[in-house]
């Protein structure tokens, strides 16, 4: 069998087997027109058919080819979709705050993408899946309580350049399979522009050091730039806490 094959019909599984645990028979997800969320979209269609909602969450930075690409996929695959844009949202909270940076603005935007999605799991009476795969994860990018934020991730246990891999294997359209990724948070923002780095380059560094157990030193007897591991390691390390739930402050020893 096919490796993504076996991958497919595992996650169609999970995402069953959690969503009803959890008393529930219905999803959303936010469907950027980007290659995470498609992959998430086509296996929780797999999953549920017309109990997937999707939610376009355009901001006022959005490109036009995002909300295409996403509209590409769900007719694709006849995905029940709706779309709210956040740009209101964002533009009014930032009307006077006119020294915000591109960075506070798309996390906002980000975080008021995920306060909708919320919003509607509650009308729907269902529950949000994340997008985030594993190299996102490792390098923290991602929006904490933003995009980060979700009941379920099919897909954090997979590198972005499987993720690709996926994406063609499930029929993603190739629009979205060769565009560069981007979070698109601001215009002609991209995730490799911002490492310096391809995800072609980190997966191979973030593989050997977390798979094989490689520190920093062995990652550079490897072979590997030492700019590229620096790059992966400081980030790993200084986005830990975007992966655990807030600390709470033991006082068994002072009670």
Not at 38 to 57: C, R, T
Not at 71 to 82: A, D, M, N, P, R
């Amino acid at each position: 069998m096919n490796k993504y094959q076996t991958i497919e019909n595992f996650l169609i599984k999970f995402l069953q087997d959690e969503v009803q645990k959890a008393g529930f028979s219905k999803v959303v997800l936010g469907i950027s027109g980007g290659v995470d969320s498609a992959v998430v979209a086509i296996l929780a269609h797999k999953a549920f058919q017309d109990n997937l909602l999707g939610i376009m969450l355009p901001a006022s930075t959005s490109s036009r080819a995002s909300l295409e690409h996403a509209s590409e996929l769900c007719q694709k695959f006849g995905i029940k979709v709706e779309k709210i844009p956040v740009g209101p949202l964002v533009d009014t909270y930032f009307h006077d705050k006119k020294d915000a940076s591109k960075l506070r603005i798309g996390n906002f935007s980000a975080r008021m993408r995920m306060s909708v999605l919320y919003d509607i799991s509650a009308r729907e009476n269902a529950l949000v899946l994340g997008t985030g795969n594993k190299s996102e994860i490792l390098l923290g990018y991602g929006t904490i309580f933003g995009d980060l934020a979700c009941a379920i991730n099919p897909i954090g246990g997979l590198y972005k350049t499987e993720i690709f891999e996926f994406a063609a294997y499930l029929g993603v359209p190739s629009s979205i399979l060769t565009k560069a990724p981007s979070a698109d948070l601001w215009e002609e923002q991209s995730d490799e522009g911002e490492f310096g780095f391809s995800y072609a380059q980190i997966d191979k560094v973030l593989y050997a050091h977390i798979e094989e157990g490689k520190d920093k030193k062995a990652l550079l007897a490897s072979g590997f730039e030492k700019e590229l591991v620096e790059m992966a390691l400081e980030r790993i390390a200084s986005n830990l806490f975007k992966g655990k739930l807030p600390t709470i402050a033991d006082l068994t020893a002072v009670k």
